[in-house]
Nanobody, 124 residues
Framework: QVQLVESGGGLVETGGSVRLSCAASGYTFSNYDMGWFRQAPGKERELVAAINWIGGRIYYADSVKGRFSISRDNAKNTASLQMNSLKPEDTAVYFC?????????????????WGQGTQVTVSS
């Protein structure tokens, strides 16, 4: 059974940092690209960052470039999202997701496995 479990969300002040982690199980982690999405109230879910199976290709949404950093550890079956210089507009539920290799990292389609999400709230 495939499972993705996020952790690390919470309440942080503007300008602060949060590190999200995603623990994967039930599939061959290194055969899948990983993505971090977020969804704010009343807004569509958006791809924030993605990393290919080996970590050689990375995508960031323009809104988070220079502030967020995605990484993965194939030996530990984990993916992470380091979020720095947080802004109130970063407030959202953050989801990690997995997709079989085959699409470019900037493409938000094709993700087949999803975590339950973790709330990140940035206070102004």
């Amino acid at each position: 059974q495939v499972q993705l479990v996020e952790s690390g969300g919470g309440l942080v002040e503007t300008g602060g940092s949060v590190r999200l982690s995603c623990a994967a199980s039930g599939y061959t982690f290194s055969n899948y690209d990983m993505g971090w999405f977020r969804q704010a109230p009343g807004k569509e879910r958006e791809l924030v960052a993605a990393i290919n199976w080996i970590g050689g290709r990375i995508y960031y949404a323009d809104s988070v470039k220079g502030r967020f950093s995605i990484s993965r550890d194939n030996a530990k079956n984990t993916a992470s999202l380091q979020m720095n210089s947080l802004k109130p507009e970063d407030t959202a539920v953050y989801f990690c997701a997995a997709r079989r290799i085959g699409l470019g990292v900037s493409i938000a389609l094709g993700y087949e496995h999803w975590g339950q999400g973790t709330q990140v709230t940035v206070s102004s």
